[in-house]
């Protein structure tokens, strides 16, 4: 869709843009289809924002469409601070260009983290201050599914946590000559108090 530029504002020191509320983001997802394929792309969105600073009316042009969706879903998900005038808050717009990149190669799979739930600290490591870093191998089928997955020696409890996560998760499978083939996927993680109190996926 085509975007139609909003006029300009008739005061010209007015601030006549509204902001993306850093606190109360939408979650941008990554469009399956789009993410299985490896394909990266970007989409352009100008909304309409309400003197409440909700956003209507949103529009969008993207690399496809699914991009274009995943966008508009982020901002109608999204609170916005609105433009002011004269002390009080007015409708305005917000415009914003998402890029959306995989940062992975399609020769090797990849966890997909949209369809794949954090991994859980064990209460009892979580207690006793245990922690570690892993390694792991798995070989990924054409269906993403995990096959015997390997860690690297560390503290069982965490070690079984880990090859527990690595196992159930859900993968993006390698590609080759444009269809999905079994491969091994090496990854890492860190069970850390570091990571526990940054609250970065360890609950």
């Given at each position: 869709?085509a975007?139609v530029?909003?006029p300009?504002?008739s005061d010209?020191?007015?601030?006549?843009?509204a902001?993306?509320?850093?606190n109360?983001?939408g979650h941008?997802?990554?469009?399956?289809?789009?993410?299985?394929?490896r394909h990266?792309g970007?989409?352009?969105i100008l909304?309409?924002?309400?003197?409440?600073?909700?956003?209507?009316?949103?529009q969008?042009?993207?690399?496809?469409?699914d991009f274009a969706l995943?966008?508009?879903a982020?901002?109608?998900?999204?609170?916005f601070l609105?433009?002011y005038?004269y002390?009080q808050p007015i409708?305005?717009?917000?415009?914003?260009?998402?890029p959306?990149?995989t940062?992975?190669?399609a020769?090797?799979?990849a966890?997909d983290?949209a369809?794949t739930?954090?991994?859980?600290?064990?209460?009892?490591a979580?207690?006793k201050?245990?922690?570690?870093?892993?390694?792991?191998?798995?070989?990924?089928?054409?269906a993403?599914?995990?096959h015997d997955?390997a860690a690297s020696p560390?503290?069982?409890i965490?070690?079984?946590a880990?090859?527990a996560?690595f196992?159930l998760?859900r993968?993006?499978?390698a590609?080759?000559?444009?269809?999905?083939?079994?491969?091994p996927?090496h990854?890492?993680?860190d069970w850390?108090s570091?990571a526990?109190?940054?609250?970065?996926?360890?609950?």
């Open positions: 869709m975007i530029p909003f300009a504002h010209d020191t007015a601030p006549v843009i902001v993306l509320d850093p109360h983001r941008l997802v990554y469009p399956p289809a789009e993410l299985e394929a990266g970007s989409a352009h909304c309409i924002i309400t003197e409440k600073g909700q956003p209507r009316s949103c969008t042009s993207a690399t496809a469409p995943a966008a508009e982020y901002a109608y998900s999204s609170k609105p433009a005038k002390g409708e305005s717009h917000w415009e914003d260009t998402i959306f990149r940062g992975k190669t020769t090797t799979p966890l983290h369809h739930a954090f991994p859980y600290y064990p209460d009892f979580n207690d201050d245990i922690s570690g870093r892993f390694t792991v191998t798995c070989q990924v089928d054409m993403g599914i995990a997955c560390g503290p069982e965490l070690r079984q880990t090859l996560y196992t998760a993968y993006l499978p590609i080759k000559d444009g269809q999905p083939v079994s491969a996927y990854g890492t993680i850390s570091d526990k109190n940054k609250n970065d996926g360890f609950q």
